[in-house]
């Protein structure tokens, strides 16, 4: 083994995984003291959104591994995640030095005490911009743009209810250090994420898709971003017949698919599986079809995640 | 339900514990921006050590509370520990808004984001002393003085291999700001817990004593500390009793008492329970009488659990 560290974020990584990972990695090889030997790497392919900014601020998406173990590192520090089942295939059996994410905890263990920064700030990258400034380290642009990106990203332009009040000047600052305009570089980049026309309904139920173990239950949350619920909702039997196939060969329990609207922040829920009942407990609504609209809704982690894991408990 | 948020550190409360409990209660009351309504709590009495501690600085043992609910509060955070059985009894059922610690993570999660402030450092209190820093917010003498304690008690006046590089220099600014000599004050304040002679076999095996799941095994793992191993180990018989009947009563699967020698940093390592060949293969040695000597180990969290882990897991 090398004394390398990997650091990464989630599976099927989306623009603040992939920006959040970038910027900690680049902070932990140049700290003042404490300096590490990391090599940020990807457990995926980006998005179009992801893309989309790394084209912009001149860079490429980071190495794609799946073990580590295979790559001689056993050493690593996790971004914008820590539940087991969404991050690197061997994580069980790795060392896990550091963790700096914004999520809830969950399927989280380690046999030793570690580094974990976790906020319920609007990003990770919100907190890796802040390790930045606290280090007193100078940003390099393109990094501030893919972390301003990640921002943008997970809380649609500064909109969901999981933006912290600390977010706006996050961004604002970022945005200065990137040399973007906030608003017109945030709509373009949140706009190249819902070219859904483009996909295979296998595809497009993947973008962004993670796994919950919900009271032993195992369900898929996916969100895919769309100007136009209606155009998305025309295709909805091919997405239910994709999602069926996709729940079979998963072994999943239920797949709940939110289609959001990024301009008006509503979403549209479709759900495929055994537990529509919790699904309906979850959002008091009425499924009709298999799908339902959730008014002001565009927040997995804030507006459907806990009200999933509430109603698969009860 | 109040608006309340309860502060404790882990049951069976050691000095950091209070400590950083103490502390980080007046932090959050008195920042600058995100002002809480917090009350720090203890989740049990003080031990002889804690309370040379808070004589020694003129304060007084938060008051005792072993449920939130019951008081009306269901918003706490945790410091110097995460575990959920290390916890309040009810804490299943309450919203967690912060924790602070410097141990592994396990046995713990959450359903929702949170504050997390981790770090692989000596004490808790070395953590909240940083974010006093960061802050920029004056530290009262008298907590300055139990924030020192804290730390102290965890690494054995810096000797433990838990000790982290930044503890020396949170040390010695700690002990500038509480007016005490750091050595004279430390060895005084170890001293105060290793008054053994006065307490039944009973009170010895839980003066220190947690709890942890090993690969589905309830262990507990305890440590005393003294000047004099052999004087303690004259109390055996009477010692392995009360362990039995301990672990009769709690259904415990193991007890793995540490007595440890504070001034040669050494340890007399004593197991009673069904899984005596896992604990000689973590420690390689070989158990007489129910006990062996573990050469240079203090530490429970370093040289003892994750070795204990790695056995019970084998």
């Known amino acids: ?24 990695s680049y902070l932990s090889n140049h700290r003042k003291n404490m300096k590490l030997n990391t090599e940020v790497v990807a457990l995926g392919p980006a998005n179009e959104e992801t893309q989309f900014a790394l084209d912009t601020f001149g860079l490429e998406l980071p190495r794609i591994v799946t073990s580590a173990k295979a790559e001689g590192v056993d050493t690593v520090i996790l971004t914008d995640h820590n ?44 907190i890796v911009y802040r390790k ?48 973007v305009d906030l608003e017109t570089y945030g709509l373009a980049m949140l706009k190249a994420g ?9 595809q497009l139920i993947d973008i962004d898709a993670k796994t919950f173990e919900l009271n032993g239950k195992k369900v898929r949350v996916a969100q895919v971003n769309t100007v136009d ?6 295709r909805l039997d091919e997405i239910k017949s994709a999602i069926s196939a996709y729940i079979e060969a998963g072994h ?7 289609i959001t609207d990024i301009v008006n922040s509503n979403s549209e829920i479709v759900e495929v599986g055994t537990d529509a009942d919790k699904v309906e407990a979850a959002f008091n609504f009425k499924l009709e079809e298999g799908h339902a609209f959730l008014k002001g809704a565009v927040s997995r982690k804030k507006q459907v995640v806990p009200q999933l894991t509430d109603a698969f408990n009860d």
């Open 83 to 126: 539940e087991f089942q969404q991050s690197i295939s061997d994580i069980e059996s790795l060392t896990i030095m550091g963790v700096v994410d914004h999520h809830r905890i969950a399927n989280f263990h380690t046999a030793s005490p570690l580094f974990m920064s976790v906020e319920p700030v609007g990003s990770a990258s919100s």
């Open 229 to 234: 619920i209606p155009e998305v909702l025309e």
């Open 132 to 179: 930045f400034l606290e280090e007193g380290l100078e940003i390099p642009k393109a990094l501030a743009g893919m972390m301003l990106s990640g921002l943008i990203s997970d809380t649609l332009l500064l909109k969901s209810p999981t933006t912290h009040p600390t977010d706006f000047k996050v961004a604002e600052e970022l945005a200065e250090i990137a040399g």
């Open 252 to 258: 999943f329990d239920d797949f709940v698919l939110m």
């Open 1 to 24: 083994m090398s004394d390398k560290i990997f650091v990464f974020g989630h599976q099927k990584p989306d623009t603040d995984a992939i920006g959040s990972s970038m910027a900690f």
């Open 194 to 202: 819902t070219n859904l026309a483009s996909k295979t309904a296998e």
